[in-house]
């Protein structure tokens, strides 16, 4: 696609675009052959190979990854009046579905170069009605699990931007035996176009979870029998049939983000005031998702964010701080200063386009431009 810039015909870059081939459009056609759309045989194979991939125990394929954190939390037994401590630098979902079961997130700070919530301060928050922890894998960058299970409570991770991240002893994020929740959006690493997984080693917890998946209807009840309450979070078979064709090439469009990242990392290094996603530390690999940058403190996002479109260039602040959007701020009164790591990183960020297959060429150009941007 083109825009006209100034006179001049510039190629407008994306934020992010999946890669589909042939793979997909042969599952896809043959699941519309078979007429078992939902609830088909696919269904189980994609959770499988799944959880196989990350060497999880279980899989339990969802609508949505918001879907997959709701079930997860009601299976750690969060309900009215408990408080679930997670980070209020997130996508919105992952405090949402705390109040989807009546109870309270409770936030606290991130770390400044992880940007993951900092154990510290999680452990400064726990009180006797803490029911369970949900850390989130930021931007695909590993939680620091072992201080997190050090607490002692029950763990809902929220792994949906980071497929493919790994610790240092080679375990896959999700494989941990906790609850963990990826996504299937379709900006993500694997996207179904909408859908999600939950990961976990516990039998009983994959059991409840298809059932209330399914409106409460175990895999082995008849049709219309509901012994549970449940809700309609199934994943229907065509996107298990995108699912599955993209498990097959994930190793390549993860490699394809990582080359985009390592792009990035040299196109716009040295720019005072600039931070990029941390490096891989201590061992840990993050599963590269987005290319998010705090830009430098003498500058205004929007007016970058701007500067930037006019230039046909897409970026987006990411994220705002959950605790003050309006409806936090209304139901909990929180208000600036709360969480003051979060809040600068927050004002500062911007995910610029990112793809597996970026060329070096668009690369240079996002980072030619938002240099020119910034002045440097
Ligand atoms: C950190 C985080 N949590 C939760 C979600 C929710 O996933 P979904 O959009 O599939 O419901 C997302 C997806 O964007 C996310 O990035």
């Known amino acids: 696609m083109t825009g006209l810039v100034t006179g001049t015909s510039v190629e407008q870059i994306p934020l992010a675009r999946p890669i589909l081939g042939p793979e997909e459009e042969e599952r896809v056609l ?14 189980g194979e994609f959770e499988r190979r799944f959880a196989e991939r990350l060497g999880a125990v279980h899989g339990v394929a969802v609508s949505s990854g ?6 997860a939390l009601r299976a750690v037994g969060v309900s009215d009046g408990d408080e679930v401590i997670t980070s209020p630098f997130s ?22 170069v992880t940007l993951n919530v900092d154990p510290e301060a999680v452990a400064a928050a726990v009180t006797p009605r803490t029911a369970a922890l949900l850390p989130v894998h930021v931007f695909g960058y590993p939680a620091d699990m072992e ?51 939950v990961t976990t080693s516990d039998a009983a917890i994959k059991e409840r979870l298809d059932s209330e998946r399914n409106q409460g209807r175990a895999p082995d009840m008849g049709w219309l029998d509901h012994d549970r309450l449940g809700f309609n979070y199934r994943l229907s078979d065509i996107a298990c049939a995108l699912g599955l064709a993209q498990l097959e090439r994930l190793d390549d469009m993860l490699a394809g983000r990582a080359r985009v990242a390592g792009l990035y990392r040299e ?44 230039r046909s260039i897409p970026s987006k602040p990411y994220f705002p701080a959950i605790h003050l959007m309006s409806f936090y701020r209304e139901q909990f ?36 431009e938002l240099r020119s941007v910034l002045g440097r």
Request: proline share 6%; aromatic share 8%.
């Open 147 to 197: 201080a997190l299970e050090a607490l002692g409570l029950p763990i809902v991770e929220d792994a949906c931007e980071a497929l493919g991240a790994t610790y240092a002893d080679g375990v896959a994020v999700g494989a941990r035996g906790h609850q963990a929740v990826f996504a299937f959006y379709a900006n993500k690493q694997l996207t179904t176009g909408e859908g999600g997984a």
């Open 333 to 368: 009164g929180h208000r600036e200063g709360q969480f003051p790591v979060c809040e600068d990183v927050a004002a500062r960020s911007i995910a610029l386009p990112f793809f597996p297959t970026m060329t070096e060429g668009q690369v240079q150009r996002v980072a030619g």
């Open 267 to 310: 196109a716009l290094g040295g720019i005072e005031g600039l931070d990029l996603p941390c490096p891989d530390a201590c061992g840990n690999r993050r599963g590269w998702f987005v290319f998010v940058v705090q830009l430098p403190r003498s500058h205004d996002r929007d007016d970058v964010v701007r500067a930037l479109a006019e």
């Open 66 to 71: 918001t879907a997959g954190l709701h079930l």
């Open 30 to 43: 043959a699941v519309l052959r078979s007429g078992q759309l939902s609830l088909g045989p696919l269904l």
């Open 91 to 112: 996508f919105v979902a992952s405090a949402n579905v705390v109040l989807y079961e009546r109870a309270r997130p409770v936030f606290a700070d991130i770390d400044p």
